[in-house]
């Protein structure tokens, strides 16, 4: 995942969590908001519940390698929040789920 399509700072996430409607989806919840620039930003969050350091930084390296395997619609940012019965899932069930909310979620780039 390239850096300029990370959200990093607090005050997008606020304004999209604050803003956007969640879609829950058994461990993930999921903020999209539409916006006009041409770029696609992700923002991922795991709590403190769901493990020590070393737990969570997996996780969102997990995620990251999920994103960058499918190709994105532009215009839109969305933060991916892990609950906490993540950690009982192996890859390729988070793989099989997260791909899932993405197409209902109508993100993913259609095939040609």
Same mark, same amino acid.
Do not use: A, C, G, P
């Given at each position: 995942m390239k850096k300029i399509n990370i959200l990093r700072k607090n005050l997008d996430f606020s304004r999209i969590i604050e803003k956007a409607k969640p879609y829950k989806y058994k461990d993930y $919840?999921?903020?999209?908001e539409e916006h006009e620039e041409g770029i696609t930003h992700f923002g991922i969050s795991v709590g403190k519940k769901v493990g020590n350091a070393v737990t969570r930084n !997996? $996780?969102? !390296?997990? $995620?990251k390698s999920i994103i960058d395997k499918y190709p994105y619609k532009n215009n839109f940012n969305c933060i991916i929040i892990v609950r906490k019965g993540i950690t009982e899932k192996k890859f390729s069930e988070m #793989?099989?789920?997260l791909k899932e909310?993405?197409? !209902? @979620?109508? $993100? @993913? #780039? #259609?095939?040609k």
């Open positions: $919840i999921i903020y999209k !997996r $996780i969102k !390296r997990q $995620i #793989e099989e789920d909310v993405m197409t !209902r @979620l109508h $993100i @993913l #780039e #259609e095939k």
